[in-house]
């Protein structure tokens, strides 16, 4: 079954330093998400993005983070310069449609995760 | 705002009993539901969702869920719980695009499920 690949599984960091996570979404899909879960809280949405450029984000979202598609194949979330509270699991995820309000609508594939912890 | 309540972080059965896992959203639109799952060291995999139609709603493994649009709710239940079971699951609620909402995911904090032999 086709999976969404992340990279690293694990990642410790100093804080202010950059960071990059990466993700391999599924091949043929269209739309591409992060998430992040702080230790013990709600999985947020943080971004997504479509057609190469962003087409919602939240409040985290802010200059420190950016994505991007390089090639066609993988999309990366960075961050420039790491806090304390950035330290959390992010989530890439795609989809190859968007809803489209029938039954049976399709739905998310998620990656395993990319733990970051900023010291 | 979408939000979804899940009560109870931590739930603890014994193998063979009940399964319970409540969770209560509100949203502007009529939502869709999901609840996903998570085991140790793996990503977030779909156990069933709800769109339009049957309320009751059959996944993975075992489980099912049922919409009550009266009481907010899309409960996770499963007769009998087994030791593989033992997981994280996250109940999570989006609004339905074709009526004006965003298909992104609202999560709740997620019940960690213990299996006791």
Not at chain 1, 9 to 22: D, F, K, P
Not at chain 2, 31 to 52: A, E
Request: a neutral charge.
């Amino acid at each position: 079954e086709p999976e969404v690949t992340q990279t690293p599984s694990h990642q410790v960091t100093q804080m202010g330093q950059e960071v990059i996570l990466r993700c391999v979404p599924i091949s043929n899909h269209l739309y591409f998400y992060w998430y992040r879960q702080i230790l013990g809280q709600k999985v947020e949405f943080l971004v997504s993005f479509y057609n190469n450029e962003i087409s919602e984000k939240s409040e985290i979202f802010d200059d420190q983070f950016s994505v991007e598609r390089p090639d066609g194949s993988n999309f990366t979330l960075k961050i420039r310069s790491t806090k304390l509270e950035d330290s959390a699991m992010y989530f890439c995820a795609s989809i190859s449609n968007l809803w489209t309000g029938k039954a049976g609508a399709n739905v998310l594939t998620f990656g395993a995760g990319s733990r970051l912890t900023v010291l | 705002a979408q939000s979804v309540t899940q009560l109870g972080s931590h739930v603890s059965v014994s193998e063979g009993a009940l399964v319970l896992l409540r969770c209560n959203y509100s949203s502007s639109v009529p939502p869709y539901l999901f609840w996903y799952v998570q085991y140790p060291n793996q990503g977030l995999q779909l156990l069933l969702k709800y769109t339009t139609g049957a309320t009751l709603v059959k996944g993975i493994n075992g489980f099912e869920a049922e919409f009550k649009k009266s009481e907010t709710s899309f409960h996770l239940t499963k007769p009998s719980a087994h030791m593989s079971d033992a997981a994280e699951y996250f109940c999570a609620v989006s609004d339905n695009p074709s009526q004006g909402g965003s298909e992104k995911l609202v999560f709740g904090k997620g019940t960690k499920l213990t299996v006791n032999p």
